[in-house]
């Protein structure tokens, strides 16, 4: 194998690596996004309040 072919290989290996570091810091960044969304989204939505009398027995009867 040439050199030159051994220092392409590496500089082609190397903007590889780059592109796949810069594709992954994109993909955290968009995932903290929807993140931060479906926070908002989930705080917005009104709690349910039951009235005292539900939920404390069960019917066992068949």
């Known amino acids: 194998?040439?050199?030159a072919?051994?220092?392409s290989l590496s500089t082609a290996l190397?903007?590889?690596k780059s592109g796949d570091?810069?594709?992954t810091l994109i993909l955290k960044k968009a995932l903290d996004i929807q993140e931060q969304f479906l926070v908002q989204?989930?705080?917005g939505i009104p709690q349910a309040v039951n009235p005292?009398?539900?939920g404390n027995s069960i019917d066992v009867k068949m």
């Open 1 to 3: 194998m040439d050199i």
């Open 5 to 7: 072919n051994v220092s």
């Open 14 to 16: 190397s903007q590889a």
């Open 21 to 23: 570091v810069a594709g």
């Open 41 to 43: 989204l989930l705080e």
């Open 52 to 54: 005292p009398h539900l």
